[in-house]
């Protein structure tokens, strides 16, 4: 049944994860208990969807500012608007493989080469990664282009009392290229990754710094090595709790369509991202502004650190 504080409607999509909110036009004032009522429902839903927005560029970092620091990018394609920094549009990811001589189905097949090698957490291979993520949609294919997302909180509570005992403890590497397989002979994809390499050894279960859920914060895409473990146990433990995370029961899949807001804790969520569309004529143009996050802290108290490449704040 759907729930309304303030004049918000709230109607969940799934057992453990996401919710349509109804009733807010983001393009207004919003007023406190409004932006209280929304921040509750991406605390409790992980991710929350808005319909027919007509949000522009400026309009949605005035919405993301409401609920904390829009991250401002050093580096963006040239599908991003120049004027606000804090927007990334995410047809730049087109560009990526021809960056490095591959059209974007190659780039895709080397990135995604496993089910599970897609979902990530976004910049989960930073020290401090973002607390949530706020993606708009401009231009959608007319079918295909859907978005997955898992609650990592119900993944972890869903898991028996002996594996949550023996995760709580672990850390392990974020990298990021992690599981891209190069191309034969000499690959600029490689020697930028070499150049550009971003590492932490983050917790395996983190404590959400807001809900104080344990959380467990594992994805494919950036995951490299669970610490103290050998490659093989590790491997098999990291294979465990990803087909664990990805279960079907803990994730939610969202339709878009022009207009559409998806707002989501990057924290206590991995999303896998569409690659059904290469072949469609129409372009997929979305928008995407990130929150700026904290240092992820385990069940122990200790917090992640840095290996190479960032430092808190510093994007």
């Given at each position: 049944m759907a729930e309304k504080s303030a004049g918000v409607g709230i109607k969940p999509s799934a057992g453990h994860i996401g919710a349509e909110i109804t009733g807010v036009d983001l393009t207004g004032e919003l007023d406190d208990a409004v932006v209280a009522e929304i921040r509750a429902a991406v605390l409790r839903w992980k991710v929350v969807f808005f319909r027919d927005q007509a949000l522009d560029h400026a309009g949605h970092v005035a919405f993301a500012r409401r609920f904390g620091d829009p991250v401002r990018l050093r580096s963006r394609g040239s599908a991003s608007p120049a004027a606000f920094?804090?927007?990334?549009?995410?047809?730049?990811?087109?560009?990526?493989?021809?960056?490095?001589?591959?059209?974007?189905?190659?780039?895709?097949?080397?990135?995604?080469?496993?089910?599970?090698?897609?979902?990530?957490?976004?910049?989960?291979?930073?020290?401090?990664?973002?607390?949530?993520?706020?993606?708009?949609?401009?231009?959608?294919?007319?079918?295909?282009?859907?978005?997955?997302?898992?609650?990592?909180?119900?993944?972890?509570?869903?898991?028996?009392?002996?594996?949550?005992?023996?995760?709580?403890?672990?850390?392990?590497?974020?990298?990021?290229?992690?599981?891209?397989?190069?191309?034969?002979?000499?690959?600029?994809?490689?020697?930028?990754?070499?150049?550009h390499q971003t590492a932490s050894h983050h917790p395996l279960v983190r404590v959400h710094p807001e809900t104080g859920e344990r959380v467990l914060f594992v994805n494919g895409y950036y995951v490299e090595q669970v610490l103290g473990l050998s490659r093989a146990e590790s491997g098999a433990v990291l294979e465990l709790l990803l087909e664990q995370a990805t279960r079907p029961e803990y994730t939610v899949r969202f339709r878009w369509e022009p207009g559409s807001v998806a707002f989501w804790d990057n924290r206590a969520t991995i999303h896998l991202a569409p690659s059904d569309t290469a072949h469609l004529d129409t372009p997929r143009v979305m928008h995407r502004v990130m929150l700026a996050g904290d240092v992820p802290v385990g069940v122990s108290g200790e917090a992640s650190s840095a290996v190479v490449g960032t430092e808190p704040g510093r994007w």
């Open positions: 920094p804090e927007v990334e549009t995410t047809a730049d990811r087109l560009e990526l493989g021809g960056r490095y001589g591959m059209d974007h189905a190659e780039w895709l097949r080397r990135r995604r080469h496993t089910l599970l090698r897609g979902w990530h957490c976004d910049h989960g291979a930073r020290i401090d990664p973002p607390a949530a993520t706020i993606l708009r949609a401009e231009t959608v294919p007319p079918y295909g282009g859907d978005t997955t997302w898992s609650n990592l909180a119900a993944a972890y509570a869903g898991l028996s009392l002996p594996v949550r005992q023996f995760v709580d403890g672990l850390r392990a590497e974020h990298r990021l290229g992690v599981g891209y397989q190069s191309r034969p002979g000499d690959d600029a994809y490689v020697r930028h990754l070499l150049d």
